[in-house]
């Protein structure tokens, strides 16, 4: 059998079963650092036989997040339609860095971003990029942020750098994201940004807690 058709095969089958198989893993880091572990082959495995045995080893290690009854962490559902886009990116293996390189990958990105512009109501001729997950997100989205302020305060960032510029101050709430503080830290050169927490947003939380606690009356 084809590498593809059997990755097919296997993809299908588990997303079929997505819906009644264990939400969690089945199997420890110890367990499955056994299966897929061991001395380095000398010698390479046929490619479809050597993509089941990798799926048949970390099938019980895997967690049904694509599944109706996950409640943990914000993941993507991986809707069928955009995992097959997806395989389709992976087989034509593009460099989506620049036009030229793939005007195909272009032209699909200018579109995805006409249409963002348009579903958010944001101003036509914003300037858009796609990053590649929520920690490269935040980090421009703050470097943004940060450049944004020191030109308010009259400080040109590009033309004479962060040494000496004004301390930036940036609030967070009590329960901030690591990817958010990775980011700071990322960003802020010494001395020229302080960083509070503050209890509000906390506090604020609990007290919709509370209130969604309270019986209906």
């Known amino acids: ?14 997303r079929e079963q997505v819906g009644i198989r264990p939400v969690g893993a089945r199997a420890s880091r110890e367990e499955l650092l056994e299966a897929l572990g061991g001395p380095l082959p000398e010698k390479g495995e046929d490619p479809a036989l050597a993509l089941e045995l990798f799926a048949r080893a970390v099938d019980p ?4 997040s694509a599944g ?6 914000v993941t993507g559902s991986g809707l069928p339609q955009a995992v097959a886009a997806d395989w389709l990116v992976s087989a034509w293996n593009q460099n989506a860095s620049f036009q030229i390189a793939s005007p195909a990958a272009a032209a699909v990105e200018e579109v995805a971003i006409a249409w963002l512009v348009e579903l958010l109501g944001l101003p036509a001729g914003v300037s858009c990029g796609f990053v590649t997950g929520g920690q490269t997100a935040n980090f ?17 960032v590009e033309a ?20 958010m503080l990775a980011a700071v830290r990322m960003l802020r050169p010494s001395g020229s940004a ?10 604020t939380r609990r007290a919709r807690s509370s209130c969604a606690r309270k019986p209906a009356t």
């Open 68 to 73: 109706p009854r996950y409640f943990g962490f």
């Open 61 to 64: 290690g895997l967690v049904a």
């Open 140 to 156: 421009t989205c703050l470097l943004a942020a940060r450049n944004e302020v020191l030109s308010r305060a009259g400080w040109d």
């Open 194 to 203: 302080r960083r509070r927490r503050s209890p509000l947003l906390r506090r």
């Open 160 to 179: 004479r750098g962060l040494c000496g510029a004004p301390r930036v101050r940036i609030v967070a709430g009590e329960e901030v994201h690591v990817s």
């Open 1 to 14: 059998m084809d590498v593809f058709e059997r990755a097919c095969r296997i993809a299908s089958s588990y």
